[in-house]
């Protein structure tokens, strides 16, 4: 395996409290309200989609040791770089170094409520019938993937039920790769929490994952 | 690190985030970057970097600048988590509406005119007496901004992301929740693109009360299923 997500936490013993936070405590530091408009800006230049960018989150070596608008600029900068937009020496030299790439669209500042409202959907037209019904036992893939993908490693080769049928959705683990999207049936797909967790699960806890098609195979009934 | 760094200011700026917002308004004033105590060593840096990388984007054509500012506002002022406390009280005060919210909250929400980024696929999630539901992102930090806004920083932590899934009582007491052992707890881990709304419990003894008054008790907490919706009465 080549890909390392250092993202996918559930389950897994990670020390620390759980802070809570007032509603009015926004931003914890001046830069970070830049740091996410710069993100959500250069997202809406259309060099990447989503899944690239969590693809390139997930994987940052040192993931773990920075806090979250952090993570989002680490990407931001891997991404571009990628592309030769920005290189590091002009993020280290404040300025521009190299000519620019061009872009597919700017997001103007007149277009951001609209963008915003509107958003990126990721149902698209059925082209073909769901394979699985609500009710139906499924069991998730076993096999970890070498590419960016969105089953957690704790909802692997486990068995569980279809409790909702979501529509045809973008795939997220080809999308990420740049290799297109792939639509495929997403489903919501409801565990018993002592199929996960063993016996000393909290008696009566479900947990659901919404997982593609792709992820999931029949259980004979 | 720098000597305008003082306690005072920042225990102003931990109260109200508008002072941090007003901060980033005054670029040439680098004495109000301050941190939270143990982030204190990134202050400079940090703030260095976000402003040549402002700045090498804005060179090179890639962004407006003018529109970042209104991106920030749009998530200052604009789209919070009082967006799904009038969609909760709606559900609280017309059956109907609750109706269309379970069967399509998607359209449901659009109706009261909240749609778009991070909130393109709805679903809505009651809770009862007999199940609690609970909302995580294992995987990153996925979040219906259109109705609650950015994501809280523990929704993004490590140990919420971690044990939510695992012990979601366990999380529930961080919180100071505790539920009777009858009532279940159904975690959903929002691993794609469809985002989770909980619609809490109505408060008892607050059947004559104002829509407006009801999406007051409804805390953002509550819609993310690590807190209850206040009851009437009880302090903010």
């Known amino acids: 395996m080549s890909y390392t997500s250092h993202a996918d936490l559930g389950g897994t013993s990670v020390p620390g409290a759980i802070v809570p936070e007032a509603e009015s405590e926004r931003f914890h530091a001046a830069w970070e309200p830049r740091a996410l408009a710069l993100t959500l800006a250069m997202g809406g230049t259309g060099s990447w989609n989503i899944d690239a960018s969590r693809s390139a989150r997930e994987t940052l070596p040192d993931y773990a040791q920075l806090s979250y608008y952090q993570i989002w600029l680490a990407a931001m900068e891997k991404l571009m770089a990628e592309r030769g937009q920005v290189l590091p020496d002009e993020i280290e030299a404040g300025r521009m170094l190299h000519a620019p790439v061009a872009v597919k669209r700017v997001l103007r500042a007149a277009d951001v409520p609209q963008t915003l409202a509107k958003g990126s959907p990721t149902e698209r037209t059925a082209t073909e019938p769901a394979r699985f019904a609500v009710g139906q036992q499924v069991r998730t893939r076993a096999a970890q993937v070498d590419h960016h993908t969105r089953l957690p490693g704790y909802a692997r080769g486990k068995v569980g039920r279809i409790e909702r049928v979501n529509g045809m959705h973008v795939f997220a683990d080809t999308n990420a790769q740049l290799l297109g999207e792939a639509p495929q049936w997403l489903y919501t797909v409801c565990f018993d929490g002592q199929a996960l967790w063993g016996q000393d699960a909290d008696p009566g806890l479900t947990v659901s994952v919404d997982a593609w098609e792709s992820y999931l195979e029949a259980v004979p009934q | ?236």
């Open chain 2, 1 to 236: 690190m720098k000597s305008e760094d003082s306690p005072m200011e920042s225990s102003i700026c931990d109260r109200a985030a508008s002072m941090c917002h007003m901060a980033h308004e005054h670029h040439d004033h680098d004495g109000h970057d301050h941190e939270h105590g143990d982030e204190h060593s990134d202050i400079g840096p940090m703030d260095l970097r976000v402003r040549a990388l402002e700045t090498v984007l804005t060179q090179k054509g890639y962004i407006d600048p003018v529109a970042l500012d209104v991106l920030i506002d749009t998530y200052q002022t604009r789209i919070g988590p009082r967006n799904g406390a009038r969609v909760v009280a709606r559900a609280w005060v017309d059956a109907d509406f609750a109706d269309w919210l379970a069967r399509d909250a998607t359209a449901a929400i659009a109706s009261l005119g909240f749609t778009g980024r991070q909130g393109e696929h709805m679903a809505a999630v009651f809770n009862d007496a007999d199940q609690h539901h609970m909302v995580v992102c294992t995987l990153c930090s996925c979040y219906p901004w259109p109705v609650l806004g950015l994501p809280p920083t523990w929704y993004k932590s490590a140990p919420y992301r971690s044990r939510a899934v695992r012990d979601p009582r366990g999380v529930l007491a961080e919180f100071g929740v505790q539920l009777p052992a009858s009532t279940a707890i159904r975690v959903w881990d929002s691993t794609a693109e469809l985002r989770y709304l909980v619609i809490p419990r109505r408060p008892e003894g607050t059947e004559d009360w104002s829509e407006e008054a009801l999406a007051e008790l409804v805390t953002r907490d509550s819609m993310i299923g690590t807190g209850l919706a206040r009851q009437p009465g009880a302090a903010r």
